[in-house]
């Protein structure tokens, strides 16, 4: 009777007569026995006897998961997620390994990267032989470009970071060179492409249009920074789409290699998100990302008015893997440029503080429009007075924002105080993200910032610590690649986190230290964290291991719990999922190399693999190998900046039989702190790598790999 009498009352409507009950009663007991009739969901994949960290509040750790249709569907126990199994499931037995969601990227540059693979990627930037050997070994490849694009080159290698012009037109000086700064804030060019760009003694200089000028006879010297790039990037020709695609190609397997499945990308070009979309179309985008279109930055060769239009067309092209609705916003400049907005001055430089892009009543205007558009905007900030003013724009228009709308981005937030970043947690869909790689005391970081700014403004900087406590949104963001190692090491950069130090070195002096978090909030700030920094709806499809959202996640090597806190940066990802597809799996990967035992005299080259960082071998394999061989230009053995004795040891090679792929180059062998040559070679179908040993004299063969 209580059912029935529930199920009349549903049905007010008809008349409650014995028979409307009796075949209410007969209705309601076909649907429920209908229901139980009903096979329950099975998956299409489960991992199995797992140490998951889920970075879900309520469920922290389960043993096991289940997908469907590229979302989770579950997570529990072994138990719960075996009752899963259907006769067409998958089943992976993580056999006691740990696993966690992806990583997110809150700020990345990956499609700039991807232009530099299908150009000039300099694989070692922090050296100028290196920079100009692979300039011109480019060159000769690839005789019919019209222009030569490129980079990275790290700061700190030439005095005053200021590149001649002459070195790069030794090499080439028939048509333009334009190549990147490690920062994204300057470039290097050579006398061909100041002519192509109009730029000589003639060009004014102001605070935002800068290059470097003789002291005696005015010309540009070889260095362009901010909106000098912007102007040269309108004029010289664009990367194609194709070109582009085969970049992205390298980019997304080398960001799947660590764990990365999303990227939030601080830049945005037409030709780029062609690109992007090109292997979207094709199902190979392996890589999911946002693409935050330039608003008028230094770099931007669209105006700011374009790129409202990029973005607000997006609206209706948004997918699971791509988004276009985001803008990138450059407030101020760099620390190193001094084009950074400060509270108080510049060391050294009284009364002057630097100035932000544009006056804070435009960016006012500006950032209010885009979010009524539903666009969300990603905002450069490197000085405290530009976090200042920004955070007082976000709270302008905070009653107009929602938790789920468009995201109010503060982006690398280095010199952001305390006070500035905790307000931010009052204002919806305000978030933070940090770039780890400016967190630790090295080197290159006193000319980009202990220099312009004090050691004690430096040593108060990247106030971590403080957004998570104040309940700010925290992501993390690598600025891949302009950073200062060479790739988008996530469990790298997650340590300096935590220890605020240079991972591997005993000795490295610490940096804000009263700023170090733990290792869930590490973790947290690289998965769900960066997840909510990407707005909309998206922290409620990926960041974390849930029910309903996409099942993107990764089996790494070591349990990030149960090793020292000095260990973390040594973790390598064995599998990466992206929407529960295999996109990366070392064992793989490492299948194509078989492993050479030898022994060699000098010990401070044994376990030579090991200590060279066996990533970085073959990265230098897959970046470089096939480079030259099969083209017309024959390659010598070793390198015209090597010694005689070492080319000639390289040249026995030649009689045994093995081609050269690529001149020989130094690569950093980490354990005795010692760079060693190494050369490529093939031979019957298998590359060999070969390294100089200085005591034996000879070539010794470290490594092969098979195709």
Request: charged share 25%; aromatic share 8%; proline share 5%.
């Amino acid at each position: 009777m209580s059912l029935t009498a529930k199920v009349v009352l549903s049905c007010n409507k008809f008349k409650t007569t014995n028979m409307n009950k009796i075949i209410i009663l007969l209705t309601s007991l076909i649907i429920i026995t209908s229901c139980l009739l009903i096979p329950e969901e099975k998956a299409d994949t489960i991992v199995t006897n797992g140490k998951i960290y889920t970075v879900h509040e309520s469920q922290p750790w389960v043993e096991a998961i289940a997908i469907r249709d590229g979302k989770f569907l579950k997570a529990g126990s072994n138990d719960e997620i075996e009752a899963l199994v259907g006769k067409n499931t998958r089943i992976i037995d993580l056999k006691g390994r740990f696993a966690m969601p992806g990583i997110i990227d809150a700020h990345n540059h990956a499609l700039n990267g991807a232009d530099d693979k299908a150009n000039l990627f300099i694989k070692e930037p922090d050296k100028v032989e290196t920079i100009l050997e692979e300039l011109k070994t480019y060159a000769s490849l690839n005789p019919d470009l019209e222009i030569i694009r490129g980079g990275p080159w790290n700061l700190g290698v030439f005095p005053d970071d200021n590149p001649p012009k002459e070195l790069l037109d030794e090499i080439v000086s028939d048509r333009p060179v334009y190549l990147i700064s490690q920062s994204g804030h300057s470039a290097w060019l050579n006398s061909k492409a100041f002519e192509l760009v109009g730029i000589d003694k003639n060009t004014p200089v102001t605070d935002k249009f800068i290059y470097a000028k003789d002291d005696i006879t005015g010309e540009p010297t070889g260095r362009i920074d901010e909106y000098a790039m912007a102007h040269v990037e309108a004029i010289i020709p664009k990367t194609s789409p194709e070109r582009l695609a085969s970049g992205i190609k390298q980019i997304q397997k080398l960001h799947n290699s660590y764990g990365i499945t999303f990227v939030k990308l601080a830049e945005g070009r037409e030709n780029w998100a062609n690109g992007a979309l090109k292997l979207a179309d094709q199902g190979e985008l392996s890589l999911r990302m946002i693409i935050s279109w330039d608003w008028g930055s230094h770099m931007s060769p669209h105006s700011a008015e374009q790129a409202e239009k990029f973005a607000l067309s997006w609206k209706d092209k948004t997918t699971d893997m791509i988004d276009g609705r985001s803008i990138k916003i450059f407030y101020d400049g760099a620390l190193d440029s001094y084009t950074a907005l400060l509270l108080e001055d510049y060391e050294g430089k009284p009364g002057f503080k630097g100035t932000a892009h544009h006056p804070k009543e435009s960016f006012q205007q500006a950032i209010k429009r885009i979010n009524k558009n539903g666009i969300g905007v990603i905002v450069h900030v490197m000085g405290d007075g530009s976090a200042r003013e920004l955070v007082d724009i976000f709270e302008s228009i905070s009653s107009e924002t929602s938790t789920n709308g468009p995201v109010l981005h503060m982006s690398h937030c280095v010199m952001a105080l305390p006070e500035d970043l905790g307000r931010l947690s009052l204002i919806p869909n305000a978030c933070v993200d940090f770039s780890p790689a400016l967190g630790v005391d090295v080197p290159e970081l006193a000319t980009l910032f202990k220099d312009p700014i004090g050691d004690h403004r430096y040593q108060n900087q990247l106030n971590v610590k403080a957004a998570i406590n104040a309940n700010v949104p925290v992501g993390f963001g690598s600025d891949w690649p302009s950073s200062i190692i060479p790739e988008p090491n996530s469990f790298w950069y997650m340590q300096t986190w935590i220890t605020r130090k240079l991972p591997g070195v005993s000795s490295a002096a610490t940096h804000n230290i009263k700023q170090a978090i733990s290792l869930e909030q590490a973790v947290k700030a690289y998965t769900l964290g960066s997840a909510q920094c990407l707005g909309f709806d998206w922290a409620e499809k990926v960041g974390s291991i849930e029910e309903g959202k996409l099942a993107d996640f990764i089996v790494l090597d070591q349990n990030l719990f149960e090793i020292p806190v000095d260990d973390i940066y040594k973790t390598q990802v064995e599998l990466t999922f992206v929407g529960g597809q295999l996109v990366f799996d070392r064992t793989a990967e490492e299948s194509k190399y078989e492993v050479v035992d030898f022994e060699i005299s000098n010990k401070s080259m044994d376990n030579a693999i090991d200590a060279a960082n066996l990533n970085l071998l073959l990265q230098d394999e897959m970046a470089y190998g096939g480079c030259c061989h099969g083209h017309e230009m024959e390659i010598v053995p070793g390198s015209l900046l090597a010694s005689q004795e070492i080319n000639d040891a390289f040249a026995v090679l030649k009689e045994s039989g093995f081609d050269f792929l690529r001149p020989a180059r130094s690569i950093y062998w980490k354990d005795n702190d010692t760079y060693y040559w190494i050369q490529w070679t093939i031979k019957d179908g298998t590359k060999t790598l070969w390294a100089y040993d200085p005591d034996l004299k000879e070539a010794i063969e470290v490594l092969k790999i098979t195709e």
